[in-house]
């Protein structure tokens, strides 16, 4: 059998015949053998008989969630390939032979874009369209580099085996995302073809939820990219920081109009100790998520870490400490000079705010080294840690 066809189903009686019709249409035009495949995810509607009695064969989602139902109906189908779309008939199932055609012609995965194929008025609300969809997107092709217009469309269609390799595990409406981002990190052979999309049949409420759902889609984006969520915005925040340290050492400095001095100089301090806090927990998030299979292999970025040993990190946290250490003990004798009396607070900070945070980012700096050795564990051949 070459393509199953799978409708994750919750509730949708008013609409899943017309679906199951319009795509075993299209098998039956197109010459494809296949099957129809309906995920339903609990419904109380009586949609499972009408799926049935339609020609359609259903399979039991038992855990409640879009990305559930869909690997439900991925795992049952028979077909080399499963084309996967909403069962609310925003979707033309007649129209699936483009992504049939980059299937045969070697692609893994092949995805619509409704903003090529032609949005229905009324068929998504603005704020998705305009906002929601284009925003994710965006940040989608920023962190993993794959060249797709439309993230979230319905209507896609894979490789089944490629597709189940992913061990896609998400359960809500990010599942949409997880397939494209675990994708292009295994490099797969992604696609995308206009497509359609349709008012939608529904009398009711669709399951998306607008606000909830898009932040699960932003957070599974920022959580399987370390680099965007932690390093690029700690090497930032530590540029910016020493930055400004470097120039309010020397004085106050004015910037229209207003005078900055040592308390500012105090959160460049907090900038570059934050900064530095963030590049580590990038570090750390991309070693777990290599050792633990989360991530795909990274050669580049295991020989990176590789070359530099646990005690170049001591070496260098211990000199950063040191220092901070002996410029306290200046600020100690200059007060000491003074009798311990009164001194200008402006200069003095001047001293005991680069102290500080020298001593503070040289004890990251150990404590980093010491946990990127504790995440490194087996792979330096000293077993696992009891």
Known sequence: MELSIVLPCLNEARTL??????????????????????????????????????????????????????????????GRYVAIGDAD????????????NRLRDGADLVVGNRFLG??????????HRYLGNPVLSFIGRLFFRVDLGDFHCGLRAANRRRLLDLALATKGMEFASEMIVKAALAEYRIEEVPTKLRVDGRDRRPHLRTWSDGWRHLRFLLLFSPRWLFFYPGLVAIAAGLAGHIVLLMGPVGVVGVELDVHTLLYTSA???????????????????????????????ERAVARVPFESWLALGALLSVSGFALSLWALFTWGQEEFGGLVPSDMMRVTIPAVT????????????FMMGVLRLDRQGWGSAR
């Open 17 to 78: 015949v017309g679906c199951i019709e319009e795509a075993k249409s299209f098998l039956a035009e197109s010459g494809i053998v296949g099957e129809v495949v309906v995920a339903d995810n609990g419904s109380s509607d009586g949609s499972p008989a009408l799926a049935r009695s339609s020609g359609a064969r259903v399979v039991d989602a038992r855990e409640r969630g879009y990305g559930s139902a869909i690997m439900a109906g991925v795992s049952g189908a028979r």
């Open 89 to 100: 008939q925003s979707y033309d199932f007649s129209s699936l032979a483009p992504f049939i």
């Open 118 to 127: 032609g949005i229905e008025r009324r068929a998504m609300p603005l704020l």
């Open 271 to 301: 900038s570059m100790l934050g900064g530095a806090q963030a590049v580590f927990f990038g570090i750390f998030a991309k070693l777990f998520g290599l050792y633990s299979g989360t991530l795909p292999p990274d050669p580049r970025f």
């Open 358 to 369: 020298m001593f503070l980012m040289g004890l990251q700096v150990v404590l980093g080294g």
